[in-house]
């Protein structure tokens, strides 16, 4: 069977990834200086990254072995002394913005929700207005008088079909 | 030559729900009864068609017949039987079938209701059913073929509808078997569950354009629809939880929700749907909100059209894919053409969906389920902007952008607790007109009460503020709800003399929906309680450990006894591992993670070995991106608090719907009678 040609790229991505990986971050883990870091401390950073082929799945959670190799780059880079911000950094730098788990742009992400929901208030806070102006008696009195008449009303129709009955 | 079969029963179906269409509004314009009847009873008969399909399908996948490609894509020979039947929905052509099949019996069920009363609705709830089942079961015709065959040209092997010349049947020894994620109990369970509520939501949007056409736009479309909602509401809400579970037992990351576009796309209906659920009892109690309601179960409608594009067009993992898919501009195109002409339709009939009444109160109960309008709508807007935020910077930057959970948790995390606080006060508000006065006269009981169980928390439990908030809330509505059963119950055995048993029972029996959407409510808490546990206070580690090494975290301690590899069913390679338990130096229990490697998709599974109770959950994962060997294995162990809480959540939902949606015995009789007590009491009905 011919594989699907997004198979085949996903795969070419996957390895060209390990290739990159195995020349950069190998190169500095041979250079490491310092105690190993710990899963735990890989992870913590690990948490916040996504790597470009595999979807809505974070790297510390991630089973493919392109993200294995990026776990091995972050514990490499934690060992040389590196801070969190820099290895993130890195790794932007290598794939892009795409690899963090938010838009580096937070006011453009979150202006338009912040935009709707002043909106929302608004429009809700000027009906809230324009209704209250008029109501009062209005409303009350339909409401005490209005109902009972439609009760009856239906009553006397209901009344009037059990005779039909 | 049975594939064939299938084809032309689909084909059928569909030129008859296109029929349909049109005899229904032909019959409607020139009014011709007998074609209105007919169009009916076209209608009728889709799902008996449909039916037929997908049992030929299913014949298909139970019976390995691979030279049809969706058979060869999603089943393999090592399946077992009931996982080839649920194969159905293992890929998108089935899963489009599915989704027809299911939309069918619901159009069958509301034509096989009573007309009399609402016979002008009939023609139009046809056409609207009907285009939107023509509509996917074109797709599947045109584009998602599930009974498309493999045939052997010069070119190669390729899938066609009919067999094209100078060709010959291909049948591969084997299928690729279906996704290994999907062969889980709750995968069976959970799509059903979700496209029952994506496709019932369709009869109340029937029912809406239907009264906008006629322009009987008073609140008959919404009684009628009432239970249809309720139902939809259900459905759609379990299968969301069922999705969670799901996760929770089988994506092995340790949570249920990871704010996936998959799993928004089936959540923003959900948000659209609650609100409707809420602003609907404003119309029916005060006459007011009637273009809100509409746009409310369109949006609602046009949502679940969204999710399925959403989910089904590759849109997601690029922008890109989209153009390349077929169906994916087709679904975009029906979302805007639905869209538009609803919203048209609105705007034809704007003046007869004035309000009849004017809002009295800012504290009234239509007021404050305004305010819950508001944070459902804004919570839908942070859903759908996070969702083609990163198309929008595809298609303008050409930045390729994540939106993780992050974005969704600080932007939802406080709407989420406006919606908890108004859920602590509208139930104590009346209907027309509250003040500070009249509801803080019922509430302050409540409150000192939430007060005193948050200091106990804050003392035995947490310090965190998000926390402290949270469980407040938590306590405050529930106080709340059960203050208010009290109330009510307390005044029934007063007035009728019953014991306080009887006067629950008959409390809830008289008045359903209020109560059952107290239940709701409640229900609503439990599950948030398990929210706020695993969101705030969940501690991981991990480590490779050797044979009789100890790690610990949360309080627990576990030691790696052993590990195993063996064969196990479904044609799969089982790697199991051994950890004893200990708590404060007392045995609990062995818990056995373990890694499934299914050889016919290539792909592995990661299932946690688990020990719930209502306090945690200890959920340990046999991490399969390290090698595994006979000394060492690297575990993930997580402590998920309260968590359970979620699950039982959940189930307490299940009777609250069950009550609320429960058929009266005479719905319209009950409703009259209950309208009389209006604006006297703060029935939340």
Redo the contacts between chains.
């Keep these: 069977?011919?594989k699907l040609p997004?198979q085949i790229s996903l795969r070419i991505t996957h390895y060209a990834i390990v290739l990159l990986l195995l020349t950069t971050g190998f190169a500095t883990s041979v250079l490491a200086q310092g105690p190993t870091p710990?899963?735990?401390e890989v992870?913590k950073i690990a948490k916040q990254l996504?790597c470009?082929v595999c979807?809505?799945?974070?790297l510390d959670?991630?089973?493919?072995?392109a993200?294995?190799q990026w776990r091995e780059v972050i514990r490499s880079m934690l060992a040389d002394g590196k801070s969190e911000d820099e290895i993130k950094q890195h790794f932007v730098e290598q794939y892009?913005?795409?690899?963090?788990?938010?838009?580096?742009n937070r006011l453009l992400?979150?202006l338009?929700?912040v935009v709707?929901?002043l909106l929302?208030?608004f429009i809700?806070l000027r009906?809230?207005q324009t209704?209250?102006k008029?109501?009062?008696s209005?409303?009350?009195s339909?409401?005490?008088e209005a109902?009972?008449v439609?009760?009856g009303y239906?009553a006397k129709m209901e009344e009037e079909l059990k005779k039909i009955k | 030559m049975i594939a064939n079969f299938g084809f032309g029963v689909m084909t059928v179906t569909f030129l008859v729900t296109l029929y349909s269409v049109f005899a229904a509004i032909y019959g409607e314009n020139k009014k011709i009864p007998a074609l209105v009847e007919s169009a009916r009873r076209a209608m009728l008969l889709t799902w008996p068609l449909l039916t037929l399909t997908a049992g030929v399908l299913i014949y298909l996948l139970v019976n390995n017949h691979f030279e049809v490609q969706f058979v060869y894509e999603v089943t393999s020979r090592s399946m077992p039987t009931y996982l080839r039947v649920t194969a159905w929905w293992g890929g998108q052509a089935g899963s489009l079938l599915f989704w027809s099949w299911l939309m069918s019996a619901f159009a069958s069920l509301v034509t096989l209701r009573k007309w009399d009363r609402d016979r002008e609705f009939l023609p139009w709830v046809i056409v609207v059913a009907c285009i939107t089942m023509a509509f996917f079961i074109g797709m599947n015709v045109f584009f998602e073929n599930p009974f498309a065959q493999l045939y052997q040209t010069s070119a190669g092997v390729e899938a066609y509808t009919l067999q094209p010349a100078d060709s010959v049947l291909f049948t591969p020894q084997d299928g690729r078997g279906l996704n290994p994620l999907l062969r889980h109990p709750g995968m069976v369970i959970h799509p059903p569950m979700l496209y029952l509520g994506f496709v019932s939501f369709v009869i109340p949007f029937s029912f809406a354009i239907a009264a906008l056409i006629t322009g009987r736009t008073d609140d008959r479309w919404i009684r009628i629809t009432r239970r249809w909602t309720l139902w939809a509401w259900l459905f759609l809400t379990f299968g969301l939880v069922l999705g969670g579970r799901w996760a929770y037992d089988v994506l092995g990351w340790g949570g249920y929700w990871g704010w996936d576009p998959v799993e928004i796309a089936a959540f923003m209906p959900w948000i659209t749907g609650t609100a409707f659920l809420h602003s609907v009892m404003i119309q029916e109690k005060r006459g007011m909100l009637k273009h809100w309601n509409m746009l409310l179960i369109i949006l609602t409608y046009d949502l679940v059209i969204f999710g399925t594009f959403l989910t089904r067009s590759g849109v997601l993992s690029s922008v890109h894919a989209f153009a390349q898919s077929a169906i994916g501009p087709l679904f975009m195109g029906f979302v805007t053409v639905t869209l538009v002409t609803s919203v048209g339709l609105i705007i034809y009939r704007w003046d007869s969906l004035k309000s009849e009444t004017e809002m009295t109160s800012l504290l009234s109960r239509e007021a404050l389920f305004l305010l819950n309008n508001l944070m459902f709508i804004s919570i839908l807007v942070v859903c759908f902007w996070g969702v083609i935020f990163p198309m929008i910077s595809e298609l303008f930057t050409g930045q390729t952008v994540t939106v993780g959970p992050p974005f969704y948790e600080r932007a939802t995390g406080p709407l989420f607790a406006a919606l908890m606080l108004l859920m602590g006060i509208a139930p104590l508000s009346a209907w027309g007109h509250s003040t500070v006065k009249t509801i803080g006269r019922a509430i302050w009981k409540p409150i000192v009460g939430a007060v005193i169980v948050t200091a106990i928390i804050f003392v035995t439990y947490t310090r965190n503020v998000y926390a402290i908030i949270g469980f407040f809330l938590v306590a405050l509505v529930i106080l709340v709800t059960i203050y208010e059963y009290w109330r009510g119950a307390n005044a029934r055995q007063k007035s009728q003399d019953e014991n306080i048993i009887t006067a629950f029972w008959n409390l809830t029996g008289r008045n359903r929906r209020r109560y059952g959407g107290y239940i709701i409510h409640l229900s609503m808490m439990l599950m948030a309680i398990g929210i706020l546990g695993i969101e705030l206070f969940q501690v991981e580690t991990q480590g490779t450990l050797e044979i009789n090494q100890q790690t610990s975290v949360g309080g627990y301690d576990l030691v790696y006894q052993d590990i195993a590899r063996f064969p196990g069913p479904d044609g799969r390679e089982v790697t199991r591992a051994v950890l004893s338990v200990y708590k404060d130096n007392k045995y609990l229990g062995e818990l056995n993670p373990r890694i499934d490697y299914y050889f016919d998709a290539q792909q592995t599974m990661t299932i946690p070995g688990q020990r719930s109770t209502l306090k945690d959950d200890l959920y340990v994962l046999l991490v399969n991106w390290e090698p595994v060997s006979a000394t060492g294995a690297t575990f993930k162990v997580y402590v998920n608090p309260l968590v359970n809480w979620l699950w039982l959540g959940s189930l307490l939902f299940l009777v609250g719907i069950v009550i609320a949606a429960w058929p009266d015995k005479d719905p319209e009789r009950v409703t009259v009678r209950a309208g009389k007590h209006v604006g006297q009491t703060s029935a939340a009905d």
């Design positions: 069977m011919r997004s710990t899963d735990d992870n996504y470009p979807e809505s799945t974070p959670v991630c089973p493919t072995e993200c294995r892009g913005v795409r690899v963090l788990n938010e838009p580096p992400s979150y338009v929700p709707a929901f929302g208030s809700l009906s809230f209704w209250k008029p109501i009062a209005k409303a009350i339909s409401e005490g109902k009972p439609q009760d239906i």
